[in-house]
């Protein structure tokens, strides 16, 4: 099979290093991809949100299956575009249809589907322009902290989770009135606050059965004990060591298999991945939100972990028989390390060289990925804020962070910086 990938990051080289290890793969692209994807296959440089030019990379490459990265495309609908589309319908979409995408499109859709199918998530309440006096009041009388969250996609920053009810107020009437998130903020989701340790779990559906391919904790903040600003994700460790079997069950019976149960009530075409952003309150998991893509950097342990051939597992997904496959997945902890630019998530500098990663000693047990890289005449630069992650595994968390370290601690670029507490609390 030709396959094409959309998106540029992490996720994307790690679904690239991962399908061209399968036996149906033949021809491997990803657009517009970065210095990691080009050494699996070729880069093509489109936009992944341009359906057009991506329909005619399909059609002049003759690609046979499209696995969409990031969520952008999905919540535009690129499957009902290529669904739609005479010479388009009959290759293999991963990924949901935009109707079903507003489950990561729209936090306010995606509390109704939790309310209408009795799936944990905290209580909440949702306000526009038309309710904003309604919600100032609302906002009087919550519990402290108080979430607040942007309708929309927001790239990850449409959540404030405030202190004060002044507070609250305050960043409530910037998101309505002044669309602090633009058109994303015009509908705003008020909700109680859960005190908890995070975990996302991820799934492949067809829309009708579905498998647990893996699950991960996520390090979002930039600087050491997770203080400091939110970022798209610093690291990574699988498995998580509260996720035993008790909690797991609980996360499939009272979320998982609802979830999907609903998806396929509801008849919304679901092809694709589905990342559960769950929270464990005192061993009872909710969940803070969906997404309908993979996470990154969670694919970056996720897929390194699982065995299976992934093109196949992809191929279920699309023809049915997801039901009968059985998911293997590697026992050792697998961690990965991001080195960001210096500077982000704030403003940072890109084109900057990237020197040393011809000194890493080629090992079976670490792997580096390329997130925000490119290549230029020979050399490997920048191009982004979150640059390269380094998966290891170990015989635990800890000896596989120290891995993911010390070959960073081998690579160099101007402003470089990682955690080096990845993991710290187990
Ligand atoms: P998101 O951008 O939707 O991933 O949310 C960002 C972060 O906000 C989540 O990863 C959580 O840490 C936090 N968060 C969102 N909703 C809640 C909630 N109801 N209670 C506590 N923390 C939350
Ligand atoms: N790492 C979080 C995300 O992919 O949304």
């Known amino acids: 099979m030709n396959i094409l990938i959309l998106g540029a990051g992490g996720r994307e080289h790690t679904f690239a290093w991962k399908i061209k290890q399968s036996s149906h793969c033949s021809q491997l692209f990803t657009a517009p991809g970065n210095a990691g994807t080009a050494l699996c296959g070729e880069n093509i440089n489109v936009s992944v949100t341009d359906f057009d030019a991506v329909k005619e990379i399909c059609l002049s490459r003759k690609i046979d299956m499209v696995v969409v990265g990031p969520e952008d495309p999905l919540v535009m609908g690129i499957y009902d575009y290529f669904k739609e589309d005479e010479s388009l319908k009959n290759i ?59 309708d929309g996609l927001a790239a990850g920053k449409g ?39 995070e975990v996302s779990v991820f799934v492949l559906t067809d829309g009708k059965d579905y498998k647990i391919i893996g699950h991960a904790k ?26 035993n079997d008790v909690f797991m069950n609980k996360v499939e019976k009272t979320i998982i298999a609802p979830t999907i149960k609903g998806i396929h009530e509801e ?15 005192n061993n009872e998991p909710f969940v803070i939100e969906y997404n309908c893509r993979m996470g990154d950097p969670e694919t970056e342990v996720v897929l390194p972990k699982l065995k299976n051939d992934f093109v196949e597992l992809l191929k279920a997904v699309d ?38 990663l011809e000194n890493v000693k080629k090992e079976n047990d670490i792997l580096i990925f390329h997130a925000g890289t490119k290549q230029n005449n020979g050399d490997i630069l920048t191009n982004g804020g ?4 380094v998966s290891s595994f170990g015989k635990n968390i800890k000896e596989a962070v120290d891995k993911s370290t010390e070959v960073l601690n081998e690579i160099s670029f101007e402003g470089m910086y990682f955690r080096k507490d990845i993991g710290y609390e187990f």
């Open 267 to 281: 008849k919304l075409d679901y092809k694709g991945f589905v990342f559960f952003g769950l929270i464990n309150v």
């Open 92 to 150: 293999i979409l991963i990924g949901p249809s935009a109707a079903a995408a507003q489950l990561e499109g729209s936090k306010a859709f995606s509390k109704h589907f939790m309310q209408r199918h009795n799936i944990p998530t905290a209580s909440y309440a949702e306000f526009t322009d038309a309710n904003f006096e309604e919600g100032l009041q609302y906002l009087q009388q919550h519990s402290q902290p108080i979430v607040l969250k942007a």
């Open 218 to 243: 996520d390090y979002k903040r930039i600087g050491v004990g997770d203080t400091g600003l939110n970022t798209g994700g610093m690291g990574c460790v699988s498995p998580v060591p509260f996720v």
């Open 319 to 356: 023809k049915g028989g997801l039901q009968t496959c059985t998911i293997e997945t590697d026992e050792r902890a697998c961690c990965t390390v991001m080195a960001v630019s210096g500077g982000y998530p704030g403003n940072y500098k890109k084109d900057i060289k990237i020197t040393g």
């Open 386 to 389: 979150r640059v390269l992650a």
């Open 159 to 197: 959540v404030v989770i405030c202190e004060t009810v002044a507070e609250a107020q305050k960043v409530f009437t910037s998101m309505i009135k002044e669309r602090q998130f633009g058109e994303a903020s015009a509908k705003v989701v008020i909700e109680e606050f859960l005190q908890g340790i």
